[in-house]
């Protein structure tokens, strides 16, 4: 069997460029975004290849190495990603990987190894598996921009839109400190809605350093009040939704639809060929709606978590599933943002 290397992406200077020419690499697998990652949580990005040094890179399997006191220690590709592919084109090659990873499992102890691949391809291995669906949107912009408007629900979507501009709402972008804390205080609010901390704001400083000008914030505003913001990224072909936020109290003027519009707009206009909204928990049938009314396909996300134990199913328990979920949903449901963000500084990077 082939031999397998462990390397360290952020180091070897193969691997921003093999992102580049691999078909099946996201916005995900870049340097930008494992840096973000490796500066904000402190996590360790690994990659597992059969490409020697000194050779060109050929294939590759990413994680994080996610170490916590709270949670275990575990390999996961990657945290807070929607999908990570791994970009490994044969049998082989996968076999090879897979039997590193198993040893590495056994070496290490970790608590359990996961992917998040987004065409199904999981690991064939002797570990035990526990899996849990997700549903991935993804907006084709083959069609010209009319097309595409008509593509969207006339009721729930292009009324929401057209509304948006008879308001008069405002919109600004950029990645300006200004924008960044307009996006941070509306993201606070939304995951205050949803009973869930904020990601820690030097996350998104850190996402702004490394992607630049590929990182946009998005704005919208009634007169001078923001009230609702977005972050996209483009990479390669494909602009990605990746985070929202919204005062609810204004979200009838479809201030959120007028972003996503202005987005796909934007990467229509710029020659790209797809618009990413990420995941969505299967459960969340009110926000798979909202996004298959764009006009986006649907597909299957399945997450694998690969462990030493039978036991590892119980982990991929769904939101609210366990008193402890509950009781923490009602904890940071009444916590003040201030407090709420400190929360989020204090546990992220123990779940990633």
């Not at 031999?3 to 691999?22: G, M, Q």
Request: hydrophobic share 35%; glycine share 8%.
């Amino acid at each position: 069997m082939t031999h397998c290397y462990c390397i360290e992406p952020l180091k070897d200077l193969r691997w921003e460029e093999f992102v580049r020419r691999h078909p099946r690499a996201s916005v995900f697998h870049s340097s930008a975004w494992l840096a973000a990652l490796s500066r904000t949580y402190g996590y360790q990005p690994i990659a597992y290849t059969t490409s020697a040094a000194g050779q060109s890179l050929e294939n590759g399997m990413v994680f994080c190495r996610v170490e916590s006191w709270l949670t275990g220690r575990r390999l996961v590709s990657l945290p807070f990603s929607d999908h990570c592919e791994p970009l490994v084109d044969t049998p082989e090659d996968m076999a090879s990987i897979t039997l590193a990873l198993e040893q590495e499992s056994r070496a290490g102890r970790w608590r359990y190894i996961e992917m998040r691949p987004l065409q199904g391809r999981g690991m064939v291995t002797e570990l035990a598996h526990a899996a849990i669906p997700y549903c991935f949107h993804q907006l084709d912009l083959g069609p010209d921009i009319d097309t595409l408007f008509r593509n969207c629900h006339k009721n729930s979507t292009q009324r929401k839109i057209l509304r948006a501009e008879r308001e008069g709402l405002r919109y600004r972008e950029g990645s300006t400190e200004e924008l960044l804390d307009y996006f941070y205080r509306l993201h606070t609010l939304t995951r205050q809605r949803h009973h869930r901390p904020p990601q820690p704001r030097k996350w998104f400083v850190h996402l702004i350093d490394g992607f630049g000008d590929a990182l946009k914030i998005r704005v919208a505003f009634q007169g001078e009040r923001p009230v609702a913001a977005m972050v996209t990224i483009r990479h390669k072909d494909t602009l990605v939704y990746k985070y929202g936020g919204s005062d609810s109290r204004f979200n009838h003027l479809g201030s959120i639809h007028l972003l996503l519009w202005r987005a796909i707009q934007e990467a229509k206009a710029s020659g790209l060929h797809f618009f990413d909204f990420g995941r969505t928990e299967a459960a969340q049938l009110g926000l798979i709606t909202f996004k298959k009314r764009w006009g986006a396909t649907q597909s299957s996300l399945t997450y694998s978590r690969y462990g030493l134990s039978d036991g590892i199913g119980h982990m991929f328990e769904t939101s609210g599933s366990s008193w402890k979920s509950r009781v923490a949903k009602y904890l940071l449901s009444h916590m003040q943002p201030g407090v709420l963000s400190l929360a989020g500084r204090a546990l992220y990077r123990h779940v990633g």
